[in-house]
């Protein structure tokens, strides 16, 4: 099992910046592709980013290329959002999770970190 906790969400004003964190323990030798979810309210859970296991494949959806950039630190068992030029639309809870299984779906989630843009 793995365990994840994401941390770094806060209020931001629109057009800002956040970082997002996210700490992996228990069987962390397990860990592959790595990622980030949003769920806003009202909506459906949204992909927002993904990281192979070494790092050099990174995937994003439209709504946020060039504006997020998620990197990974396997010696801490960490992976990292960073976001910029943040909008009303990214307001969300922004779930870590890990270990992308060959449907797509990932196995491990955590808690979520709320991230609230304002005007």
């Known amino acids: 099992q793995v365990q994840l906790a994401e941390s770094g969400g806060g209020l931001v004003q629109d057009g800002g910046s956040l970082r997002l964190s996210c700490v992996a323990s228990?069987?962390?030798?397990?860990?592959?592709?790595m990622g980030w979810f949003r769920r806003a309210p009202g909506k459906e859970r949204e992909f927002v980013a993904s990281?192979?296991?070494?790092?050099?494949?990174?995937s994003y959806p439209e709504s946020v290329k060039g504006r997020f950039t998620i990197d990974r630190d396997n010696s801490k068992n960490m992976v990292y959002l960073q976001m910029h030029n943040l909008t009303l639309e990214d307001t969300a809870v922004y779930f870590c999770?890990?270990?992308?299984?060959?449907?797509?779906?990932?196995?491990?989630w955590g808690r979520g970190t709320q991230v609230t843009v304002s005007a």
């Open positions: 228990g069987q962390t030798d397990t860990l592959n592709t």
């Open positions: 990281i192979s296991q070494t790092g050099i494949t990174r």
């Open positions: 999770v890990a270990n992308r299984d060959v449907s797509g779906e990932y196995k491990y």
